[in-house]
């Protein structure tokens, strides 16, 4: 078989195939695949990456796909890298996504940047992240996460970042690593990877980041809101949609912003953002203004909609772990509204301690102000039970007697979908959060195209 230009991109879904498109036949134990070869040939893929030939189209055969991705990414990479291409890198246990949207928005006020919508920070997504930059990008935003030991490690060997950004070490995955300090282990992985020459932007109000100054060669950039971060916020507040306003403090500078993003979580976001781009070049008062223009971009992330009927949902159900609940609750409790409503699914990963994890954020969400609780689903039975006793401890009243008294469990997002229909009324605000794999989002999606109350539909 002679050459084959692939003058298209490279994609592992046959669905979004284009003309000239590189097709990568992902093994899955759902999907394969390989029984996609015929569909990609057919909507004009070049050529497949796959691990056994097929008549469908020209196959580079390989031992295993994602590999090979990941070592086609590295080499484009090292490409661009002799080019002239900046990288940052950006982990954590949350906050990936929304400060990588930050970060990209900033940068793409100074040139052009890759960073892609979504979450794309495994071995699939951060080498199809990488491919699709080419000579004229000059700032490369990738996501990295970890479920394991290595992970991070493995990442930065397809694309080694010249600045790496650690947001936090949370729960999140706490049952896959055991402890929050094997977290901050394999989160730290990103600053070991580091040049001498690059920088790690480390949030100086997470002791578990701060500490990782010690474990790389880069020079250490660090930000937050304590009076020592060399990136921090000063005169913090929150406005009445619970957007963060603060003055950004840096290299004997101050600069106001004005973020347009929702949760005072994302003022640690912001900063962690802003030290991104200060490390690569930027000057602080163009940060500045960058961070105030910036939008939320991904999905399902304290997105935002008004009903017909002046009902306000808040989908920020595309993940969850005790401190992104913790951040959201905060949020809901910030947002002006005539009453506040939590409809909580489970959190996924959390080991041995889930049950006690779920029971702490039942009362928690309590005594955040909720006015009613709706917990979704047989895993939120723990966040339940903790709700319903904060809400007796707190007032005095049966916590068995249900909805009425704020407190209340659903079997499924049906049920919750049913409930919700019955109670909200126009000037509400809803939350709704859970694991990515409880599918909460679609109860989102539900009560936005749901009739307002009262009316008749035909």
Not at 48 to 72: E, F, H, K, N, T
Not at 160 to 184: M, T
Not at 435 to 449: D, F, I, V, W
Request: proline share 6%; glycine share 12%.
């Amino acid at each position: 078989m002679g050459a084959v230009p692939v003058t298209g991109a490279v994609t592992v879904d046959s669905r979004t195939v284009s003309p000239g498109d590189l097709f990568v036949a992902l093994p899955g134990e759902r999907v394969d695949g390989h029984a996609h070869l015929g569909d990609a040939a057919g909507a004009g893929a070049v050529a497949a990456l796959c691990s056994r030939p097929d008549p469908a189209l020209p196959c580079i055969v390989v031992a295993d796909p994602v590999v090979a991705l990941g070592a086609l990414a590295h080499e484009v990479y090292r490409r661009l890298t002799a080019g002239g291409l900046v990288t940052v890198g950006i982990t954590g246990s949350s906050g990936k996504t929304s400060t990588k949207d930050l970060l990209g928005q900033v940068l793409g006020a100074a040139g052009p940047t890759v960073s892609p919508v979504g979450s794309f920070n495994n071995d699939i997504g951060l080498p199809l992240t990488v491919l699709t930059a080419d000579a004229g990008t000059r700032y490369l935003v990738l996501e990295m996460g970890a479920r394991g030991s290595g992970h991070i490690a493995r990442l930065t060997r397809v694309a080694r970042p010249r600045v790496g950004v650690v947001l936090n070490v949370g729960s999140a995955h706490l049952g896959e690593f055991g402890s929050a300090d094997g977290i901050a282990a394999a989160k730290g992985e990103l600053v070991e990877a580091l040049p001498a020459d690059g920088t790690a932007v480390l949030n100086a109000d997470d002791p578990r980041v701060r500490a990782m100054a010690t474990r790389t060669r880069a020079r250490v950039l660090s930000t937050g809101l304590a009076p020592d971060a060399e990136v921090r916020a000063e005169d913090v507040e929150l406005d009445e949609r619970a957007r963060g306003r603060f003055t950004l403090v840096t290299a004997g500078e101050r600069h106001p912003v004005e973020l347009q993003v929702i949760g005072a979580h994302q003022v640690s976001n912001a900063l962690s953002a802003a030290g991104a781009a200060l490390a690569v070049g930027l000057a602080p008062a163009q940060v500045a203004a960058a961070l105030t223009a910036a939008g939320p971009r991904s999905r399902w992330r304290m997105e935002v909609d008004v009903r017909a009927d002046g009902v306000t949902v808040v989908n920020d159900a595309y993940n969850a772990n005790p401190e992104s609940m913790r951040a959201a609750l905060a949020a809901l409790a910030g947002l002006a509204g005539r009453r506040r409503v939590a409809v909580l699914g489970a959190m996924a990963e959390l080991g041995p301690d889930a049950p006690a994890e779920h029971e702490r954020l039942g009362r928690e969400a309590v005594r955040s102000g909720v006015d009613l609780l709706v917990a979704v689903g047989p895993d939120a039975v723990a966040l339940h039970a903790g709700a319903a006793a904060e809400w007796a401890q707190r007032y005095g009243r049966d916590p068995g007697r249900g909805q009425e008294e704020g407190v209340v469990h659903v079997p499924d997002r049906e049920g919750a979908a049913a409930l919700l229909a019955g109670v909200l009324e126009p000037g509400d605000v809803v939350l709704v959060k859970a694991s990515r794999s409880y599918g909460l989002e679609l109860l989102a999606a539900e009560l936005l195209a749901a009739p307002p109350a009262g009316s008749v539909t035909a």
